[in-house]
């Protein structure tokens, strides 16, 4: 197995990086050809590659093996058939230097906004974002960078595309700074954080891993609420409290934290939450239709 990187980059005749191109090596490895895969962009430049939006869509990423990456992917897609595992379904090929090859789906802000913005659709996604770090941490995996950008959704068009993946389901992606612990939730003492998207709270720097997952998990709630109003809908206030309960209050536990619940506790919740979506759909269709019904004077 080659150690040999990443980043990968493409350069210009002058010698000088194209961040967003694809370099000679993977626009001529073998392997990518014989499978027809025509990359076009840089995803993440340097280690995440695209190629274009034809069907069916792919992505390749170059995976670094001073890293726990391939280690979990192994462990993950070994379990690939398991309900509660929200895994890409992926291949990573090892000839040279590892590659790992997935179908390339939408980002969580695109499937909301291609989807019909109900609280059942709002709390289906957050049940499966958590139930999706409830597996992880069930194997003793901490993801460590969660966050809006490493999750990704299949669309019905990309399941039959890629009949691998599920319509509608979330999905997890990007284990480059993830650890497989020792000891589970509720039992794991504070680790060094490696560099994260989200920014720790009061410039703390140790964290319960599991704890830290669940605490961006609320962010990325909250950064979907950014999303979803639109064309005079509302955010549940029962999905603002939940958010607000993932992220917890902080006092900077050295040992296992208890400022927030586990995600196993945070899937049990959404569970009965997600039972009661309908009528909550039915509250905000009645609120939508006396709303119309006021005066354009109450409206401003």
Request: charged share 20%.
């Amino acid at each position: 197995m080659s150690s040999d990187g990443p980043p990968w980059f493409a350069y210009d005749p002058d010698g000088e990086i194209v961040y967003g191109g694809v370099p000679d090596r993977l626009l001529h490895h073998p392997e990518i050809r014989r499978r027809g895969i025509r990359l076009t962009d840089a995803i993440k430049p340097g280690i995440v590659f695209r190629a274009g939006l034809d069907e069916p869509a792919f992505v390749v990423k170059v995976l670094n093996t001073n890293t726990e990456e391939i280690r979990i992917y192994d462990k993950l897609l070994s379990r690939i058939r398991s309900p509660l595992n929200h895994t890409v379904p992926s291949e990573i090929y090892r000839d040279g230097h590892p590659l790992l090859i997935m179908p390339y789906l939408h980002n969580l802000t695109g499937f909301l906004l291609s989807e019909d913005r109900t609280p059942a659709r709002l709390f289906d996604i957050f049940y499966q974002l958590a139930e999706s770090l409830e597996y992880l941490h069930s194997l003793r995996i901490a993801h460590l960078d969660v966050c809006h950008d490493n999750f990704v959704a299949a669309s019905p068009g990309d399941a039959e595309s890629h009949p691998a993946v599920v319509s509608r389901r979330v999905y997890i992606i990007d284990f480059d700074t993830s650890r497989q612990l020792t000891l589970g939730p509720g039992a794991h003492s504070a680790i060094t954080l490696p560099p994260t998207q989200i920014r720790p709270p009061d410039g703390l720097k140790h964290f319960d891993p599991y704890s830290w997952d669940v605490y961006c998990l609320g962010h990325v709630f909250e950064d979907l609420m950014g999303t979803y109003p639109f064309d005079g809908k509302r955010v549940p206030g029962i999905a603002r409290y939940v958010a607000r309960w993932l992220i917890g209050k902080e006092r900077g536990c050295h040992a296992a934290c208890r400022c927030r619940p586990t995600a196993w506790a945070a899937r049990q919740v959404l569970s009965v939450i997600r039972l009661l979506a309908p009528v909550l759909d039915l509250c905000e269709r009645a609120y939508l239709v006396v709303w119309s019904w006021l005066p354009a004077s109450v409206h401003t």
